[in-house]
C-alpha cells in the first residue's frame, strides 16, 4: 500500500488509475480504526479495483470543547491494518494541506434541514463540517463509489443528500454496523470508556432493540416509547442526549403506518463519552 500526504500526490496516484481505465472506491475515516473500518474497506475492495483510504481528523466537524484534542492517532497501527486488509493507497493530509486558508476562511457546504436535528441539535457545526470535508475529500479522489458505516446513520443520509444536491457522480455504499456479542456498535469512541462505562455500554443498543420490537409489536405511541427508552438509558446509567424514531428515508418524526420502515436512533453519555447507535425496522402491512 502507498501513503501520500498532499492532495498534488493523490491526485497524480488517482489520475494514472484513472486513465488505465481502473474503477475507484474511497473510504473516509478519522483512524484509530477498528473491525468497522475493515468491514469498510472490504465492502470498497468488491465495489472497485482500487481503493483510496483517508485518515483525517477534521477539525471543522469538532466544535470548542469537544474531543478534538483527545481524539486517538494511531497512523502506524492503521496503515498495517489497512495494508493488510488490501487497501492500495493512503491519504494521510495534515490540516494546512486541506485547509491551506485556515478552517474559519473555508468555504463551507451546508445541508440545510438533516444538519440540525438530532446529532446536529447537540453538535451545531458538526454536520458542515463533514459535508465540506466529504466534498473536498470526493473532489480530490473523485471515486466511483464511496463508503460510509450505517452507525453513524444520520451521517449518511447526510451524504447521500449531498451527493444528490450538488449532482456528484458518486454511487453511496451504507454498511451495516459491525457489533461486539454484546451488541455495542464498534466506535473509536468505545476507547474512552473505563471498566466500569464499558459494561454498561451494551444498554444504548439494547434500549434500541427493545423499543422497536415494541413498535413492531403494535405499540404505535411514539411520545410514549421514546419517554420510556430514555427512562431505561437512565435506569442503565446514561444520560441521554436523544432517543428518537423517525422515518429511515429522510429521518422525519415517524408516524405510524402498515409496511413503513423506521430507525430508531439514540446518542447518550457514559462519564464523558458520547456514544450513538441505531436500529432499523419495519411495520407489518
Ligand atoms: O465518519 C467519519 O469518520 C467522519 O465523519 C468522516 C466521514 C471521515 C468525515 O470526517
Known amino acids: 500500500m502507498q501513503s501520500v500526504n498532499t492532495p498534488l500526490s493523490l491526485r497524480h496516484r488517482v489520475q494514472d488509475w484513472r486513465a488505465q481505465g481502473l474503477r475507484i472506491a474511497f473510504v473516509p475515516t478519522m483512524g484509530n480504526l477498528h473491525e468497522g473500518h475493515l468491514t469498510l474497506v472490504r465492502r470498497a475492495l468488491q465495489a472497485a479495483d482500487r481503493v483510496v483510504v483517508s485518515i483525517f481528523v477534521n477539525p471543522l466537524q469538532f466544535s470548542a470543547g469537544e ?25 494521510l493530509p495534515e490540516v494546512i494541506a486541506l485547509y491551506p486558508r485556515g478552517i474559519e476562511a473555508c468555504t463551507r457546504v451546508e445541508v440545510p434541514g438533516l444538519s440540525d436535528i438530532l446529532c446536529g441539535a447537540s453538535r451545531p457545526g458538526h454536520f458542515t463540517g463533514v459535508a465540506t470535508v466529504v466534498t473536498k475529500l470526493f ?49 473509536s469512541r468505545n476507547g474512552y470508556l473505563n471498566e466500569a462505562e464499558r459494561a454498561q455500554a451494551p444498554g444504548l443498543y439494547a434500549v434500541l432493540t427493545r423499543l422497536r420490537d415494541a413498535l413492531q409489536a ?4 411514539i411520545p410514549a416509547l421514546e419517554a420510556r427508552g430514555r427512562a431505561e438509558l437512565e435506569q442503565a446509567g446514561f444520560r ?3 432517543l428518537s424514531v423517525r422515518h429511515s428515508a429522510d429521518l422525519a418524526p415517524f408516524v405510524p403506518t402498515p409496511g413503513e420502515s423506521f430507525v430508531v436512533l439514540g446518542a447518550a453519555w457514559l462519564g464523558t463519552t ?12
Do not use: C, W
Request: glycine share 8%; hydrophobic share 45%.
Open 240 to 242: 441521554p442526549d436523544y
Open 139 to 187: 473532489n480530490l479522489v473523485q471515486p466511483d463509489v464511496a463508503v460510509f458505516g450505517q452507525k453513524d446513520y444520520q451521517q449518511l443520509a447526510l451524504i447521500r443528500t449531498l451527493v444528490a444536491d450538488l449532482d456528484m457522480p458518486v454511487e453511496i455504499i451504507g454498511v451495516p454496523t459491525q457489533r461486539e456479542a454484546s451488541g455495542l456498535a464498534l466506535s
Open 67 to 91: 474531543d478534538l484534542a483527545r481524539y486517538p492517532r494511531t497512523e502506524v497501527r492503521d496503515a498495517q491494518l489497512l495494508a493488510e486488509a488490501g487497501a492500495h493507497l493512503l491519504f
Open 274 to 285: 458520547r456514544l450513538i447507535d441505531n436500529v432499523e425496522g419495519r411495520l407489518a402491512l
Open 218 to 221: 403494535g405499540e404505535g405511541d
